[in-house]
T-cell receptor, first 112, second 112 residues
Framework: NAGVTQTPKFQVLKTGQSMTLQCAQD?????MYWYRQDPGMGLRLIYY???????DKGEVPNGYNVSRLNKREFSLRLESAAPSQTSVYFC???????????FGQGTRLTVV | GEDVEQSLFLSVREGDSSVINCTYT??????LYWYKQEPGAGLQLLTY?????DMKQDQRLTVLLNKKDKHLSLRIADTQTGDSAIYFC????????????FGKGTKLSVKP
C-alpha cells in the first residue's frame, strides 16, 4: 500500500538547470496537488489538478509547470531553477470532495 | 480567500495535556484537519472534523470546533516526548476542489 510516492527524495541543482519532480498515487484519487514548504511559511499550493487532463494555478505558480500525465501521475517541472526555489516539495492526492489528503514524503530541493 | 492562523510554538511537560489552537476565516469551510509532521518527514493526517460537528475524540486526541468563532483546537492528553512535532491546521478551501489551506504550523516541544 504505497499511497503517494515522490521521486527523487533529495536533489541539488545549479541555478538555471531544469528538472522534473515525479509523483504517483495508487489510490485512484481524482485530485492531485503540489505544495512547497518553507520555514515559517507553512505549506503553499503551487499547482493542482482536480481531474485527469486539468491543471490550475495555486498560490505560488511562478517558475513552475505541471503535467497530469494520467490519473496516477502528476509531475512538477522547474524550467530554470533559482535559489528562491530551494524548498521541500510535497505532492498530495485526495478525493475531489477533499475528505482528506494523503501526502508523499517530500523532495528536498536545494538550488545553488 | 481562506486564511488559517496558528500560534508558532508550544512547550509542555511530559504527561501534561497540550492544546493547539487554530483560527480560520472562511465560514463555508466544510472540513478541518490536523496534520502532524515529524522532523524530516512528510505530513501525517491525525484527524479531521466535519463542520457540522462540535467535537471529535480519537484516543488521546480531542478536536473542538467553535464554528461561530471559526476556532479549532487539538487537545493531546498525556503528552509524550514522541508527540514532539509540528502540527498543521488545514481547512478545505473554496470551490470544493479538495485544495487544503494550511496554517504555518505549531511546533510542539515536550520536555521530560
Amino acid at each position: 500500500n504505497a499511497g503517494v510516492t515522490q521521486t527523487p527524495k533529495f536533489q541539488v541543482l545549479k541555478t538555471g538547470q531544469s528538472m522534473t519532480l515525479q509523483c504517483a498515487q495508487d489510490m485512484n484519487h481524482n485530485s492531485m496537488y503540489w505544495y512547497r514548504q518553507d520555514p515559517g511559511m507553512g505549506l503553499r499550493l503551487i499547482y493542482y489538478s482536480a481531474s485527469e487532463g486539468t491543471t490550475d494555478k495555486g498560490e505560488v505558480p511562478n517558475g513552475y509547470n505541471v503535467s497530469r500525465l494520467n490519473k496516477r501521475e502528476f509531475s512538477l517541472r522547474l524550467e530554470s531553477a533559482a535559489p528562491s526555489q530551494t524548498s521541500v516539495y510535497f505532492c498530495a492526492s485526495s478525493e475531489i470532495w477533499g475528505t482528506d489528503a494523503f501526502f508523499g514524503q517530500g523532495t528536498r530541493l536545494t538550488v545553488v | 480567500g481562506e486564511d488559517v492562523e496558528q500560534s508558532l510554538f508550544l512547550s509542555v511537560r511530559e504527561g501534561d495535556s497540550s492544546v493547539i489552537n487554530c483560527t480560520y476565516t472562511d465560514s463555508s469551510s466544510t472540513y478541518l484537519y490536523w496534520y502532524k509532521q515529524e522532523p524530516g518527514a512528510g505530513l501525517q493526517l491525525l484527524t479531521y472534523i466535519f463542520s457540522n460537528m462540535d467535537m471529535k475524540q480519537d484516543q488521546r486526541l480531542t478536536v473542538l470546533l467553535n464554528k461561530k468563532d471559526k476556532h479549532l483546537s487539538l487537545r493531546i492528553a498525556d503528552t509524550q516526548t514522541g508527540d514532539s512535532a509540528i502540527y498543521f491546521c488545514a481547512a478545505l478551501g473554496e470551490g470544493s476542489q479538495g485544495n487544503l489551506i494550511f496554517g504555518k504550523g505549531t511546533k510542539l516541544s515536550v520536555k521530560p
